[in-house]
């Protein structure tokens, strides 16, 4: 299982879980020199928000794989350093291995954020906080498993302090289990960016950000598609920002792993 955290820090920190086990983490970030430039429409250029206007330093992204855990169990962690202090002890419940008899997840996507006052409003989801507010209520009453973010995760489009909120946003979620993602116009796209569509939507973000704070078991950098298996369901994760035609790399990802699925193990397979 792995986690992911902020830090101003740049040194490597620690997660510490479980029955005195540690895991030091590994520490990247990202510049305004990773961004994309500005948008190109035909003789129309616009300056790219996450380059200019919108750019947020974003500190430290640390991250930790959390090994050695058992499926469908309950541990404590914590993560930082006696140079910068620790966290608070937190309650984790693993999902269910692949092949057992039940999952119970959330599934959903579009839901963005939302300040808690009129501080940024560049674009904001208000309804976003009530479904946070609904789905908390679900995990800390054990009715959830795992949840996945599907496409369009938080509507920053180049205005980088909004990834902040939506970080502190999900955190009653993402911190107690499993916070799985996949990419989506609104992280991905952009002219000249490589991505199948070339629409402004992810205002210069081109994916970086998201990959960075997000870091899903995908083959490589930007191929943000991948597979897992949590109880009796086999997920197969795609981009539709990605070029999924017939012969492309992702199409031919997604006919071997489609193929690879055992339905006496998994019978059930969603595709998203």
Same mark, same amino acid.
């Given at each position: 299982?792995?986690?992911?955290?902020? /830090?101003?820090?740049?040194?490597? %920190?620690?997660?510490?879980?479980?029955?005195? !086990?540690?895991? &030091?983490? *590994? =520490?990247?970030?990202?510049?305004?020199?990773?961004?994309?430039?500005?948008?190109?429409?035909?003789?129309?250029?616009?300056?790219?928000?996450?380059?200019?206007?919108?750019?947020?330093?974003?500190?430290?992204?640390?991250?930790?794989?959390?090994?050695?855990?058992?499926?469908?169990?309950?541990?404590?962690?914590?993560?930082?350093?006696?140079?910068?202090?620790?966290?608070?002890?937190?309650?984790?419940?693993?999902?269910?291995?692949?092949?057992?008899?039940?999952?119970?997840?959330?599934?959903?996507?579009?839901?963005?954020?939302?300040?808690?006052?009129? /501080?940024?409003?560049?674009?904001? %989801?208000?309804?976003?906080?009530?479904?946070? !507010?609904?789905? &908390?209520? *679900? =995990?800390?009453?054990?009715?959830?498993?795992?949840?996945?973010?599907?496409?369009?995760?938080?509507?920053?489009?180049?205005?980088?302090?909004?990834?902040?909120?939506?970080?502190?946003?999900?955190?009653?979620?993402?911190?107690?289990?499993?916070?799985?993602?996949?990419?989506?116009?609104?992280?991905?796209?952009?002219?000249?960016?490589?991505?199948?569509?070339?629409?402004?939507?992810?205002?210069?973000?081109?994916?970086?950000?998201?990959?960075?704070?997000?870091?899903?078991?995908?083959?490589?950098?930007?191929?943000?598609?991948?597979?897992?298996?949590?109880?009796?369901?086999?997920?197969?994760?795609?981009?539709?920002?990605?070029?999924?035609?017939?012969?492309?790399?992702?199409?031919?990802?997604?006919?071997?792993?489609?193929?690879?699925?055992?339905?006496?193990?998994?019978?059930?397979?969603?595709?998203?």
């Amino acid at each position: 299982m792995r986690l992911t955290w902020v /830090s101003g820090d740049k040194e490597p %920190q620690q997660v510490q879980y479980g029955d005195g !086990k540690s895991q &030091t983490s *590994e =520490v990247t970030t990202f510049s305004a020199a990773d961004m994309c430039s500005e948008f190109r429409l035909g003789s129309v250029v616009v300056p790219s928000p996450a380059k200019d206007f919108g750019w947020h330093d974003p500190g430290y992204i640390h991250t930790a794989v959390m090994s050695g855990l058992q499926p469908s169990s309950t541990f404590n962690y914590k993560y930082g350093s006696d140079a910068v202090g620790w966290s608070a002890e937190i309650q984790f419940r693993t999902p269910p291995a692949g092949g057992s008899d039940e999952l119970k997840f959330l599934v959903f996507g579009d839901m963005g954020k939302a300040p808690l006052d009129s /501080s940024a409003e560049h674009y904001i %989801q208000p309804g976003s906080i009530s479904v946070i !507010k609904g789905m &908390t209520e *679900e =995990v800390e009453n054990g009715n959830v498993d795992s949840i996945f973010h599907i496409g369009d995760i938080s509507y920053a489009t180049g205005f980088l302090v909004e990834w902040d909120y939506f970080l502190n946003l999900i955190t009653p979620l993402a911190s107690k289990v499993s916070y799985m993602t996949a990419i989506g116009n609104h992280e991905r796209d952009y002219s000249d960016s490589g991505s199948w569509y070339t629409g402004p939507d992810s205002g210069g973000e081109c994916g970086v950000p998201y990959e960075t704070y997000f870091p899903m078991p995908t083959p490589a950098k930007d191929k943000p598609w991948y597979s897992i298996e949590q109880g009796s369901v086999h997920f197969t994760v795609i981009s539709t920002e990605h070029d999924w035609t017939e012969k492309s790399e992702q199409y031919e990802w997604m006919k071997t792993d489609m193929a690879s699925v055992d339905r006496s193990k998994t019978p059930w397979l969603v595709f998203t």
